[in-house]
């Protein structure tokens, strides 16, 4: 085939994904006839799950497996549970832990799967299939926010006391590492614990990401399992000032020398978060997680399967929203045609789709070289940063489709936009993976010295 006639095909207006390797040479006579003639472009497939090369047919079964279990106990509720402001998390939690996931890449000795990360990416992406961002973000807190570091750094007590339980279910994790007044800076938390007598006793006002709570009859305040990162004081000397001063612990569960404080968010609305204020709340030194002193360097290390499997469990979610704004407007008529024959708005959805595969990718490039010993803290932190600006892009745009549709609190995209804010917030703000990613770059200045 001619130089002209390849122009020919490369330039009409709709051209399909073809596959050009038989235009170079004929097909051999031996060969029998095909349905396509020779010298003529066959089409490709469409890609699957299992073409992508962090996923194996292991992976798709994993995920066919949990939607299954996610479209029997969960999303018949959501609404419900959105509207209550929680959900039954210790039932949820059993009925998950007893099926395996929550502890997918958890050491089976402990109840874990003993499975790559990537599975747990994988387990994320179905849970981006959720009508809600806040039982997955509390799900994904249980199994790769508040145990990480109890399965890498944990003693035999800690494992068997906190591990164990959390992977089964039996506890529901919770973990406080923000304050009001320090947010993203772990290094600095003023909460404090004092050494004394064989138990650390800790001081201090700390925020309470999801499952911050759970209510009895009588209206006290039970937690489950809480993790929280302290500064030393009396083992150590002062409150923390440097990375090396932070540990992280585990309560016990808490009574009536804690208090808590439901916050009313803009959304996650089945998933509390509380203010809790510790007022010299004893725990056992064998409750430590690691050494004295380290906590900062595991919550660091932790964070980047934090991110990438807040990245895994919104682009489902992304995706959804570009898909269900596209049928809404090819269904809602406006001057006499439906809004998606416009070509603003069926260009946008385009352009929208194009920014959420490449962001996939970006994923799953992150999590291959994570399994394969590479740091990606750099990548990681890029991966976070574009996710939680697509994530409010993609949310605003589609919203503003909708129209007055999409201002109202029953429609999904509605609670998108909400529930999606948050990815710019939690695990690292966006300007702190900018920081991060400048320091890897070379360009961050060096801190000021006080004269």
Not at 101 to 117: D, E
Not at 212 to 221: A, C, K
Not at 374 to 379: A, N, P, Q
Not at 408 to 420: I, Y
Request: charged share 25%; proline share 5%.
């Amino acid at each position: 085939m001619s130089v002209k006639s390849l122009r020919s095909i490369a330039t009409r207006d709709v051209l399909p994904c073809f596959f050009f390797r038989s235009l170079t040479s004929s097909s051999p006579s031996s060969e029998k006839p095909s349905a396509t003639p020779p010298n003529r472009p066959r089409a490709l497939p469409q890609p699957t799950l299992l073409a992508e090369h962090v996923y194996t047919q292991d992976h798709i079964e994993l995920r066919e497996t949990y939607q299954k279990l996610i479209q029997k106990e969960i999303e018949p509720y959501v609404d419900e549970w959105e509207a209550k402001g929680i959900f039954p998390a210790h039932e949820l939690f059993k009925k998950l832990g007893s099926a395996g996931f929550l502890g997918i890449s958890k050491p089976s000795q402990y109840g874990g799967l003993g499975l790559s990360y990537s599975f747990e990416i994988a387990a994320a992406e179905e849970l981006g299939k959720c009508s809600c961002g806040a039982i997955p973000m509390a799900i994904g807190v249980q199994s790769d926010m508040a145990t990480p570091a109890l399965a890498s750094f944990g003693s035999d007590y800690v494992k068997d006391n906190f591990l164990a339980p959390s992977i089964s279910g039996d506890l529901v994790a919770c973990i406080g590492i923000s304050e009001q007044d320090g947010g993203s800076d772990v290094a600095n938390i003023t909460s404090y614990a004092k050494k004394k007598d064989g138990h650390y006793y800790i001081t201090g006002l700390i925020v309470v990401h999801t499952c911050s709570s759970e209510q009895d009859v009588d209206n006290e305040w039970h937690p489950g399992r809480l993790d929280v990162y302290v500064s030393e004081h009396g083992w150590g000397g002062g409150h923390a000032s440097a990375p090396e001063q932070v540990s992280h612990l585990c309560p016990p569960q808490l009574g009536r020398d804690s208090q808590g404080q439901e916050i009313d968010k803009l959304g996650m609305d089945s998933s509390d978060t509380a203010q809790i204020y510790f007022d010299n709340v004893k725990v056992p030194q064998e409750n430590l997680i690691g050494e004295e002193g380290l906590g900062f360097v595991y919550q660091m290390l932790q964070f980047q399967e934090e991110r990438m499997w807040g990245v895994a469990s919104m682009v489902e979610v992304l995706s959804r929203l570009v898909r269900d704004t596209a049928e809404y407007t090819r269904e809602r008529k406006a001057f006499g045609r439906a809004l998606l024959h416009n070509q603003y708005i069926h260009f946008r959805l385009a352009e929208l789709e194009t920014e959420v595969e490449m962001l996939r990718s970006a994923l799953y490039r992150c999590v291959g070289l994570y399994e394969q010993g590479y740091d990606v803290t750099k990548l990681a932190s890029m991966v976070k940063l574009k996710a939680g600006r697509l994530a409010r892009e993609v949310a605003d745009s589609c919203l503003q489709f909708w129209g007055g549709m999409g201002y109202s609190r029953e429609t999904h995209v509605n609670r998108a936009f909400r529930d999606l804010r948050l990815l710019s917030i939690g695990a690292g703000a966006d300007e702190v993976m900018l920081q991060i990613i400048c320091k890897y770059m070379g360009t961050l200045p060096a801190p000021q010295k006080n004269k």
